[in-house]
């Protein structure tokens, strides 16, 4: 076979899809022969000269991102025969679906480490107004020693598509990408920055869970549900969570932002577990739904709801009980501090989604017809705090064999 450009030797062909053939070849004008990536892109415009023009337009973003170490360089793009091809540096190492294995959990300190490395990268890529669109494990190199360099962005991709577009045929959607890493408005042909950051978080699950992502299953709102497959913190859970959220509006809104939030990650902290704790004070703010264009000041109300659930019969009035020796619990965030008997059991819950944050229980039931708990819940509550006793009041008059005793704290706090 002849040399490409003259210089470009092609060994064999390790890769092929829609838009192009993609060739290990070797460099036979550089001392030592070294190998490079070919990458053929066939254009399907009937104009030459348009199909040139994004041609170039292309290489030229290819020529910026390669200046950085984590990205291939472009050596090349040529056309011959009608044909335009990309010489790009060859990467050696393994790509990352060699470790992320089906069935195989990799720990939570080899994935914050993964992220970090990806997103990284990914700044800098975004920096230049550019998506990758198509990060998934096999785009992703490990090279030997040690560092990850992602390859395979979608730019001769995107030239096929701009083409096609060019002549007239709006009304065709091009998703580019892998589907089971895209997030629904990559999908439909519209991605931004954000769908890059998806695709990174579902990485990072399927390091975590050892499962692919296509057979994770989803709930009814479209959100992933894979917490019950991994034993993280929960601080990283909620990292995650927010990078795939199904709304694009609700993910994080750039690498650079997911990045702050891994920096104050501690790897110390406790697993997710029925005890389990982690620092609020580190805990990233909750998602919330937009907010008015102009800054508020709402108002909340935290609630602590003590609850005795009857389950034979209503509870009798309650006893003095004899002196105990007590334990504290303070979560400094919410600034919420509690004296228990020391007799009873403490459960942290820090549960994002329903505001429970503590439950307390007798070790031992006190009575063989009642079981007592104190379950401490936060909520987010834009009335007055007289609003909020009266919600209270109302949610006990339709109550059952129900008997609360609330406690009220009043926080003013700006929403960013």
């Not at 470009?8 to 899809?17: D, N, S």
């Not at 580019?176 to 990559?186: F, L, R």
């Not at 998806?198 to 709930?219: C, F, H, M, N, R």
Request: net charge neutral; with cysteine.
């Amino acid at each position: 076979m002849s040399k490409l450009g003259g210089r470009y030797q092609i060994l064999e062909q390790i890769g092929q899809g829609g838009f192009g053939v993609t060739f290990l070849a070797e460099d036979t004008q550089r001392p030592g022969n070294p190998k490079c990536v070919v990458k053929q892109f066939k254009p399907i415009s009937d104009t030459l000269q348009q199909a040139k023009r994004f041609f170039d337009s292309e290489a030229v973003i290819l020529e910026k991102l390669g200046n950085h170490d984590n990205i291939p360089r472009l050596l090349a793009h040529l056309e011959e025969n009608h044909e335009f091809y990309l010489v790009q540096e060859y990467i050696e190492g393994h790509d990352l679906s060699k470790e992320l294995l089906p069935g195989k959990k990799l720990s939570e300190a080899y994935v914050i480490k993964l992220l970090k490395n990806i997103l990284q990268v990914l700044t800098f890529i975004h920096q230049q107004k550019v998506i990758h669109r198509d990060i998934k494990p096999s785009n992703i190199i490990r090279q030997l020693d040690d560092k990850i360099v992602l390859i395979d962005f979608g730019a001769v991709k995107q030239i096929s598509t701009q083409i096609i577009k060019s002549q007239g045929q709006k009304n065709i959607t091009f998703a580019i990408g892998t589907e089971v890493y895209m997030p629904s408005e990559q999908t439909s042909g519209n991605p931004d920055f954000r769908s890059d950051i998806y695709a990174v978080g579902i990485v990072a699950i399927q390091a975590l869970t050892g499962i692919s992502p296509e057979q994770l299953p989803k709930d009814a709102n479209n959100e992933i549900v894979w917490h019950n497959q991994a034993e993280i913190s929960q601080e990283l859970t909620y990292i995650l969570d927010r990078m795939v959220r199904y709304d694009f509006r609700q993910r994080y809104e750039s690498a650079e932002q997911v990045l702050q939030a891994l920096q104050k990650l501690s790897l110390s902290t406790q697993k997710i577990s029925p005890n389990s704790t982690f620092p609020p004070t580190i805990l990233p703010q909750p998602i919330r739904r937009p907010l008015p264009w102009k800054w508020i000041i709402p108002l909340f109300a935290v609630t602590a709801t003590i609850t005795v659930i009857s389950i034979f019969r209503p509870v009798p009035s309650p006893i003095q009980p004899a002196p105990i020796e007590l334990s504290s619990y303070e979560d400094p965030k919410s600034k919420i501090k509690i004296k228990y008997p020391e007799t009873w059991n403490r459960q942290d819950l820090n549960n994002l989604f329903t505001g429970e944050l503590v439950k307390f229980s007798p070790k031992q039931s006190t009575t063989k017809t009642s079981q007592e708990q104190v379950t401490i819940t936060i909520q987010d509550f834009s009335g007055t705090l007289e609003d909020s006793k009266n919600q209270f009041i109302e949610d006990i008059k339709n109550s059952q064999n129900l008997v609360a005793i609330q406690a009220l704290w009043h926080i003013d706090q700006r929403i960013n």
